[in-house]
């Protein structure tokens, strides 16, 4: 959803042209994933691996690989959002590309609100199914992570986004006009 919107809030920009993939509309956030949500994702696949998948499938408990490649599908659906924006904007589709990002995100509440037991429910596997996990507010190792990493994320995917809004919405001043250069 993030990529989406990142190419979504650059819209006017990326319609000037160029490779839009060598711009800071894509790297910007993209950097901003890369620092602070990938490694959150592997860390919590990797020490809360039956949480991550929700205990729908067992993963390898403490898997490395497993864990990279959980934070690789975060970067690759980062990626693939911008590039779905990209072609909205290329397109004329952008209020299309908004509605998706309204979509995506009430998707996500919808589904949040559906497993919200298996959300709140922090163990292993068989933990979940004998209904002795601990509560999510309960695990630090968990609560605190995510509260420092998604604040941080959120506050400069916003500013980011905010900028490339802004940036856009300036009327561009000719070469030569006062304040822009000769």
Same mark, same amino acid.
């Given at each position: ?7 979504? +809030? ?8 160029? *490779? ?5 509309? $894509?790297?910007? /956030?993209?950097?901003? @994933?890369?620092? %602070? ?21 067992? /993963?390898?408990?403490? *898997?490395?690989?497993?864990?990279? $490649?959980? #934070? ?5 659906? $980062? ?26 995100? +009430? !998707? ?5 609100? #559906? ?8 163990? @292993?596997? +068989?933990?979940?199914?004998? !209904?002795? !996990?601990?509560?999510? #507010? ?19 995917? %916003?500013?980011?986004?905010?900028? $490339? ?10 070469? !030569? ?6």
């Amino acid at each position: 959803m993030m990529g989406l919107w990142s190419a979504l +809030a650059a819209e006017k920009q990326l319609r000037a042209g160029g *490779n839009p993939f060598a711009k800071k509309y $894509f790297w910007w /956030p993209f950097a901003a @994933t890369a620092v %602070f949500f990938l490694p959150l994702g592997f860390y919590l696949a990797y020490r809360f691996s039956d949480w991550s998948l929700m205990y729908y499938v067992e /993963p390898p408990s403490g *898997n490395t690989l497993f864990s990279l $490649f959980v #934070a690789c599908v975060y970067a690759g659906a $980062f990626a693939g959002g911008y590039r779905f924006g990209l072609s909205k904007v290329r397109l004329g589709q952008v209020k299309w590309g908004r509605v998706m990002v309204g979509l995506i995100a +009430a !998707g996500i509440g919808i589904f949040c609100l #559906a497993t919200w037991n298996r959300l709140m429910n922090i163990g @292993t596997m +068989a933990e979940y199914q004998a !209904g002795a !996990g601990r509560p999510f #507010a309960e695990v630090m190792g968990l609560l605190v992570p995510n509260v420092i990493v998604g604040s941080i994320y959120g506050a400069l995917m %916003f500013l980011a986004l905010a900028h $490339f809004h802004r940036e856009g919405r300036r009327p561009s001043r000719p070469v !030569g006009s006062a304040g822009a250069p000769a």
